[in-house]
């Protein structure tokens, strides 16, 4: 079985400040992780994906994660808070069920940018 | 490129009635799934298709049914509404080529907000 878990329900940082959005996974085999975001009233977008080619991943809007296999943890960072980044973040992990790429997400972070 | 589109975009249903919500895709993706969104609880799965012809339970099934009509669509059943039902509801696909390697991001549509009165 897997699992993902995001630590806070709400992130509340000022613009310009660090986000750090933390998510620990568990999996049974090695895992593809990724993180979406979700604007208001839309659905989910990619922003990266870790797939066991580097550890540290890099995607869009200048976020980065970073793969700890000794934490199961897949944390998401971005140096410089923007206003537009505030958001509902979550977390994902896809491992095998009966031969399917199950996905299981946590329950997501609110990022809130203050000005 | 549309991607997923899902139908419709609101709907205001009464307790007892039946309704099915429609997602097509168009990036001919071999999987395609079916979540509820609720407050505080995140994306929770409903039903799946990890192929044309085939469809599996999630982790909330009661109360839904699925038809994977075709590659392209993936529609989601109420037989009869009730108000825990109330949701918004997303459609995702993923999966190019002959399998789904795992490593591939699922595509979502703008999802369908559903209220049972």
């Known amino acids: 079985a897997q699992s993902v878990t995001q630590l806070g329900s709400h992130v509340s940082v000022s613009e310009g400040a660090l986000v750090l959005l933390r998510c620990n996974y568990s999996?049974?085999?090695?895992?593809?992780l990724f993180w979406y975001v979700q604007y208001p009233n839309q659905g989910l977008q990619l922003l990266l994906k870790?797939?066991?080619?580097?550890?540290l991943v890099k995607g869009i809007n200048g976020f980065e994660a970073e793969f700890k296999k000794s934490e199961t943890s897949f944390h998401l960072t971005k140096p410089s808070a923007h206003m537009s980044d505030a958001a509902e973040y979550f977390c994902?992990?896809?491992?095998?069920?009966?031969?399917?790429?199950?996905?299981?997400f946590g329950r997501g972070t609110s990022l809130i940018v203050h000005p | 490129n549309a991607g997923v589109t899902q139908t419709p975009k609101f709907q205001v249903l009464k307790t007892g009635q039946s309704m099915t919500l429609q997602c097509a895709q168009d990036?001919?993706?071999?999987?395609m799934y079916w979540y509820r969104q609720d407050p505080g609880m995140g994306l929770r799965l409903i039903y799946y298709?990890?192929?044309?012809?085939?469809?599996d339970k999630g982790e909330v099934p009661n109360g839904y049914n699925v038809s994977r009509l075709n590659k392209r669509e993936f529609s989601l059943r109420l037989e009869s509404a009730a108000p825990s039902q109330t949701s918004v509801y997303f459609c995702?696909?993923?999966?190019?080529?002959?399998?789904?390697?795992?490593?591939?991001?699922?595509?979502f549509g703008d999802g369908t907000r559903l209220s049972i009165l």
């Open positions: 995702a696909s993923t999966g190019k080529g002959r399998a789904d390697s795992g490593n591939q991001p699922q595509h």
């Open positions: 999996s049974s085999v090695p895992p593809y």
């Open positions: 870790y797939t066991s080619a580097a550890t």
């Open positions: 994902a992990v896809r491992g095998t069920s009966g031969g399917s790429y199950i996905p299981t």
């Open positions: 990036m001919n993706h071999n999987s």
């Open positions: 298709s990890a192929s044309e012809g085939t469809t």
